[in-house]
């Protein structure tokens, strides 16, 4: 296992502490952690499932698996067989442990992306290599490569074009492609497009992975409910390879999951909340000297006002605003910051007038 990176968020802590000193409070716009509520119907699955003293199957319920393939396709155009989703603990354990599941030697992700990516490959051992252009990787085989549409941080999405051109470079190679599409439903300016689309893989899913979660659609981060699904070779290897780790969804879990899946009325409220506080924040980001990049797409604004990023953290925390350094995700993101939308409409109007 290589040697792993410190935590970065560990770095902001003195920028926590001045933004908490504000009269009004801090306003945490560092982190893309959900604070509306858990929907009444999600709950209510997760309480009449209570009872469950035997152990869940790896591969979860029939139900759940048929909600996640009713999801892709009645939201997203694509079809996969219920046999071939598999639930995860939360997505982000996926992330960290796939290249260790696929035996990688070699992991590319993108230049800007979620950390995790990079500690998977070193907790495979793998050499990791950050890259947004596949003409870059040289003859060396590949033998993971992470997409991230809508990406994070940036909020740009890929378009169909650009991801057949992945789609064919890896299965020309054998290289398995992973497309992380955890903030699909929250296309804004650009509509993102699933890896599995049949418009992107010609309707196979030969050596394609779509990993999704319920943290961002349904507020389920504190659930920890996710899915990945796609090439029914590569998901029942890792179906077995789980079931060895003991790597099992609570029963619960799995019911609420189901009923959150099934349901497209709460995920759209909770759109329309992102969709507001987004309308409010962002000029008054553009009028206090910030350019907003990409970010068509996602829970992010990925922002600059022409200094360092840390210069730009510092800024904001002596009005009590809190957001990330944008070298927390590559050091091509050393002068922007990453604003999250994940604050209550209350807070987010309070950073509003504090830009002002």
Request: proline share 7%; hydrophobic share 40%.
């Amino acid at each position: 296992m290589n040697k792993l990176p410190d935590f970065p968020w560990d770095r902001l802590e003195p920028y926590k502490e001045r933004a908490r000193a504000h009269p009004d409070g801090i306003v945490d716009l560092s982190v893309g952690t959900p604070v509306d509520p858990v929907p009444d119907l999600v709950q209510d699955a997760l309480v009449r499932a209570a009872n469950s003293p035997g152990y869940p199957l790896t591969h979860g319920t029939k139900a759940l698996r048929e909600a996640a393939a009713g999801w892709l396709r009645r939201r997203h155009g694509v079809a996969v067989d219920q046999q071939d989703v598999l639930p995860l603990i939360g997505s982000k354990e996926f992330v960290a442990w796939l290249p260790t599941y696929l035996g990688a030697k070699r992991v590319v992700f993108p230049e800007l992306a979620y950390p995790t990516y990079d500690v998977g490959a070193r907790l495979a051992g793998a050499a990791g290599t950050a890259s947004d252009s596949t003409l870059a990787l040289g003859p060396e085989h590949v033998d993971l490569l992470w997409i991230n549409s809508p990406g994070n941080p940036t909020g740009r999405v890929l378009p169909a074009e650009h991801l057949r051109k992945v789609v064919a470079w890896a299965r020309e190679r054998g290289t398995v492609v992973a497309s992380d599409e955890c903030y699909i439903e929250l296309g804004w300016e650009d509509e993102p497009i699933s890896i599995l689309h049949p418009d992107v893989c010609g309707g196979s899913h030969e050596g394609l992975l779509a990993v999704h979660s319920l943290s961002k659609r349904s507020n389920l981060a504190g659930y920890r409910a996710g899915f990945v699904t796609g090439d029914p070779v590569l998901v029942k290897r890792l179906l077995e390879t789980r079931k060895h780790a003991g790597m099992l969804m609570p029963q619960p879990v799995q019911a609420a999951m189901t009923a959150a899946l099934a349901d497209d009325e709460h995920a759209g409220r909770q759109r329309d909340l992102y969709a507001g506080r987004r309308t409010l924040l962002r000029p008054a980001l553009e009028k206090a000297g910030w350019q907003i990049d990409h970010s068509t797409a996602g829970l992010y604004f990925w922002a600059s006002n022409g200094q360092s990023a840390w210069d730009q953290v510092a800024e904001l925390s002596e009005i009590g605003v809190l957001v990330a350094p944008g070298e927390f995700y590559g050091s091509a993101g050393g002068r922007h910051v990453r604003i999250a939308l994940t604050a209550t409409d209350e807070r987010i109007g309070a950073a509003v007038r504090r830009l002002q």
